[in-house]
Nanobody, 122 residues
Framework: QVQLVESGGGLVQAGGSLRLSCAASGNIITINNMAWYRQASGKQRELVAG???????NYADSVKGRFTISRDKAKNTVYLQMNSLKPEDTAVYYC????????????????WGQGTQVTVSS
């Protein structure tokens, strides 16, 4: 069983910063790509930033230059540093990861965290 546990969300004023963390735990053999998605009220979930096993990153155009994704492989953790936050960044942020696990056999699965609320006031 794999769990992704997010933390770091909250309420911040426009122009402020937050750092999200997402730690994976369980019978993990290896973690491939990791990513952050967000879903604003009444909108579809969208990719914010992703990072490969080789540390290649990609970002949504709306967050380029403001957000930075990184990972600590030793801690099975991915981070999202969010700077210069805007009210339109308000959403529930979800961690996502492709993980190979081991029990009686090796299995690959796509896992999601429970989400953490980020609210940016104007």
């Amino acid at each position: 069983q794999v769990q992704l546990v997010e933390s770091g969300g909250g309420l911040v004023q426009a122009g402020g910063s937050l750092r999200l963390s997402c730690a994976a735990s369980g019978n993990i053999i290896t973690i491939n790509n990791m990513a952050w998605y967000r879903q604003a009220s009444g909108k579809q979930r969208e990719l914010v930033a992703g990072i490969t096993k080789g540390d290649t990153t990609n970002y949504a155009d709306s967050v380029k230059g403001r957000f930075t994704i990184s990972r600590d492989k030793a801690k099975n953790t991915v981070y999202l540093q969010m700077n210069s936050l805007k009210p339109e960044d308000t959403a529930v942020y979800y961690c996502n990861a492709g993980i190979t696990t081991a029990s009686t056999t090796w299995n690959y699965g796509n896992y999601w965290g429970q989400g953490t609320q980020v609210t940016v006031s104007s």
